[in-house]
């Protein structure tokens, strides 16, 4: 399974980016190109996530300043909802997205296109392995999920997950600091939704609303990516295997 979802020369502009993670993130969804969507084991290994992050993030999500932004990133970008359709719709009407939006927003929708594809390819590879692991009716216990997650020896990938997730988030951040940015989500509300573009509208409007609020996104970006990284220890530690050197 190819997780990188690139070509040997990746594409360099923004809306090419987009057109190819949107592309990759449709393949990555298409049982017939990977059959490992037919199993049971994608639904229960996104509540299973869903849960993990739910509790690792519930403090924040406790705490005015950051509990927009924790929501976003839980029900948007972790959550256990299948956002295929979603997607879909949003392939859909590329041609009039990469005409109507400035393209600070087209990068932050590419990494979001790109974080999907990529998060989407890493659980399949997860439900391969524990579909090899475990008998149909055993539930997923989170030795299981240690388990499967330590065999992966290309830890470069885990690390360009937490990348894509801080970069969207720094993308956010950029963006809710462009007054004209905000001026122009405000006047193509209704618009947006008559062109088709409402999915996409919402999401950016959840996301500028949650990282406005932030009043500088740093903070949050930091402790997000202190827990990532703890967590992925834990994983390898419960695994009982040689926790990855950064550079490995």
Not at 195 to 217: H, N
Request: net charge positive; charged share 25%.
């Amino acid at each position: 399974m190819n997780l990188s979802g690139q070509n040997d020369s990746p594409p360099v502009s923004v809306k090419e980016r987009l057109k190819h993670w949107l592309v990759d993130n449709r393949n990555a969804h298409d049982e017939a190109l990977e059959p490992a969507n037919r199993s049971a084991r994608v639904g229960e290994l996104r509540q299973f996530q869903a849960r993990r992050l739910a509790a690792s993030y519930a403090d924040l999500r406790r705490t005015p300043r950051y509990a927009a932004a924790a929501e976003f990133f839980l029900s948007d970008l972790y959550s256990e909802k299948d956002f295929t359709e979603r997607d879909r719709n949003v392939e859909k009407i590329y041609p009039i997205m990469i005409r109507l939006l400035p393209e600070a927003v087209l990068e932050t929708v590419a990494v979001a296109a790109e974080l999907n594809a990529l998060s989407h390819r890493m659980d399949l590879r997860m439900v391969a392995r524990l579909d090899g692991q475990l008998d149909p009716a055993q539930p997923l216990s989170l030795h299981h999920y240690a388990l499967a997650y330590a065999q992966d020896q290309d830890h470069s990938i885990r690390r360009h997950q937490l990348a894509l997730i801080l970069g969207l988030g720094r993308g956010l951040d950029h963006i809710v600091r462009k007054r004209m940015v905000r001026e122009l989500l405000a006047l193509c509300h209704w618009p947006a939704k008559l062109a088709g573009l409402g999915a996409l509208q919402s999401f950016l409007e959840r996301g500028f609303d949650a990282f406005t609020a932030l009043k500088g996104a740093n903070p949050f970006l930091l402790a997000l990516a202190h827990r990532e990284r703890a967590f992925m220890i834990e994983m390898y530690e419960l695994a009982g295997r040689a926790i990855p050197h950064p550079g490995a």
